[in-house]
C-alpha cells in the first residue's frame, strides 16, 4: 500500500468523504487514490484558497472533518489565509500540503520549502496557522503523523498540516505497519455543577449569549432546553447565528447579535439581568463591542472549550451537548432555580442607519426580502463587509438551515468555497451573500459548482466597490478622494455569456430581486442574482455609526 492510498484509506474509515484541492505534481498521487477508492470524492476547486475555505464550510456545516490537499510552492501558499481563517474561528481542518522530493531538499529545486540551504521553510509558516504542523520524512512515519494530526484537529478544534514530500507520497509502507484507529480522544468535559449552583442562587432574569462551539458540537437541542428550563433570553454572537432565536428555536426570547453588527437590546438586557450565561464563546472584540459595561454589571459564568477573553467564572467542556444535558438535568425537578424571573418582553431592537436614496438597491430591503421568501431548510453563507454587516445584522438565520460567517480573518471570497464545502456536507440549498469586490477576488468557484451541480444561489451585491473601505474615506479621510471604486458592471450578464446555461440575471430593485430570487430557489444546481446597490449607503456597524461623514477636505486621524 503507498503513503496516499493509506491516508485515503483512514480518511474514509473515520467517515471522510470529500477532499477538497487543487491538483498538481506534487500531490497528485492523492488524486490517484482518491479515484480509486468507491467512497472519496476529489473536488477540484479554482484556487487553493477557496479549496481551503470549502474544507472549513464542509466542516462547520457539520460534514465532519474537512480535508484540503494543495501542491507545493504558490499552491501552498494560497492555502494559508483559509487555514489563518480556520485557526482563528476553532474549525477542525486537515490540510495535506504536497512538498518537491526529498532528494531535491536544499539543492535549488522548484517550489523548494524544505527550510534547507536557505530555502523557505513550509514547517515554520504552517506552524503559524495550525495546532499542529509535521514534515512526514519517511513513509513509516505517516501512520503516527495522520492519526496525530486527525487528533490535533479534532482535539484543539483546528487546522492540521501535514507536509508531504512527493516520493513519500508514492512509497509503500507494509500492511503491519497499517493503523486504522480515528484519532480521535474522548472529551474532556469537568463538571458544570458550579454554574447550576450561581443559576440556583440567581434572583432574576438570565441572559445566555451563545457562540459557535453550540454550532460545531451540534448543541442547538441541548441549548433550546436549557433556555426553555430557565425562560432566558438568547443572543447570539455574530458568526453562531444559527444556534438560537431561529423560528421554532425560542424565537420570542431571542434578542438577536451582539457586538460591532449586533443589536442594541442586547445591552439593554444584560444590563437588567441577575446572571449571563456564556455558552461556547470567547467573546472577542467583534462579538462583545458595546457590552463591556454591561457584562461588568452582572456576574458572568462561561461553559466551552475556551475561556472568554473578559475575566469571568470558566466550566471547560469538549462536548456541549453532554454538558449542558447535565446541566440540564442538575436545574431540573428538586434542583430548579426557585427566584428567577421571566424577563419584561423587550421590543426588537436595531441599528439606525442614515437614510440614503442612492441608486440601486437598499441593503436592509434586500434582506426583508430573502427573508420573506427564504424557506426553512435553506443555509446562508455570508461574505465580509458592508453586504455582510447587513445580512448579520437584518436577516434571521432559516429554521433548521445554517447560517455560516467567517469572522476570524474576514478574508473576502470566503463564501464561494464555503458555500460548496455546506451544500455537500448537508445537501442542502445554499444561498450565498457576497459583494462585488469579494466576487472578484474568489467568484470562479461559480464554476466549480456549475461543474458538480450544487443548489447554490449565488446573491452579488455589486455596488461598483469594496464598499466597506469607501465608507472608511468617507468617515475618516474626509472623502476627498477614492482608491476603492470601480467601474461599472453587470455581473449576471458576463456570468451568463461566460457559462450558457448558468440562470444568472442582473436586478435593478426590489421587485427585480424577488422575482430572480423566487425563480432560483426553483432551479436545479446554481444560479446567480447580481443585485445593484449603491457603495454610499451606511451599513449597520457600530464603528461607522459613531462618525458620521466628515465634510470633504477635513481629516480625522483616529482611525
Known sequence: MRVVDHIVEFLSAIGVSHIFGVDGANIEDLYDAAHFHADMTAV??????????????????????GVLAATSGGGALNTVPGLAEALASRVPVLAVIGQPPTTLEGRGAFQDTSGRNGAMDARDLFASVSVFCHRVTTPADIVAALRSAVAAARELRGPAVLLLPKDIQQSSIPATDR????????????????????????????TII?????????????????????????????????????????????????????????????????????IGTRMNVTASAGLDDALAS???????????????????????????????????????????????????????????????????????????????????????????????HHLPARRDGRFVVALGMGGMGYSFGAAIGVALARGSHVVVIAGDGSFYMHGMEIHTARQYRLPITFCLFDNHAHAMCVTREQIFYGARYSYNRFGESRLGAGLQAMFPGLPATDVTDIAGLRAALSAALETDGPAVISIDCSADEIPPFTAFLAHPPRPEGTHRHDT
Do not use: W
Open 44 to 65: 477540484l476547486a479554482k484556487h487553493e484558497f477557496s479549496a481551503a475555505t470549502m474544507a472549513d464550510g464542509y466542516s462547520r456545516g457539520g460534514g465532519g472533518l
Open 179 to 206: 493503523d486504522r484507529g480515528d484519532g480521535a480522544a474522548a472529551p474532556r468535559s469537568a463538571d458544570p455543577h458550579p454554574i447550576a449552583h450561581a443559576l440556583r442562587r440567581a434572583a432574576g432574569p438570565v
Open 210 to 278: 451563545a457562540g459557535e462551539q453550540v454550532a460545531r458540537d451540534d448543541a442547538r437541542d441541548e441549548l433550546e432546553e436549557l433556555r426553555a428550563l430557565l425562560r432566558a433570553r438568547v443572543a447570539t454572537v455574530p458568526d453562531a447565528k444559527d444556534v438560537a432565536g431561529t423560528p421554532g428555536r425560542g424565537s420570542s426570547s431571542a434578542l438577536g447579535v451582539t457586538g460591532v453588527m449586533g443589536h442594541p437590546g442586547v445591552a439593554s438586557a444584560l444590563t437588567g439581568s441577575a446572571l449571563c450565561l456564556l
Open 298 to 392: 452582572v456576574p458572568v459564568f462561561s461553559l466551552g472549550c475556551a475561556s472568554p477573553y473578559r475575566p469571568c467564572a470558566h466550566v471547560h467542556t469538549d462536548d456541549l451537548r453532554r454538558s449542558l444535558a447535565t446541566l440540564v438535568v442538575a436545574l431540573s425537578g428538586e434542583g430548579r432555580p426557585e427566584r428567577l424571573r421571566v424577563p419584561a418582553t423587550l421590543p426588537h431592537t436595531e441599528l439606525q442607519t442614515p437614510v440614503h436614496t442612492g441608486p440601486g438597491v437598499r441593503y436592509r430591503d434586500a434582506m426583508l426580502a430573502f427573508d420573506d421568501l427564504l424557506p426553512a431548510g435553506v443555509d446562508i453563507v455570508v461574505d465580509a463587509g458592508n453586504t455582510g454587516a447587513a445580512a448579520i
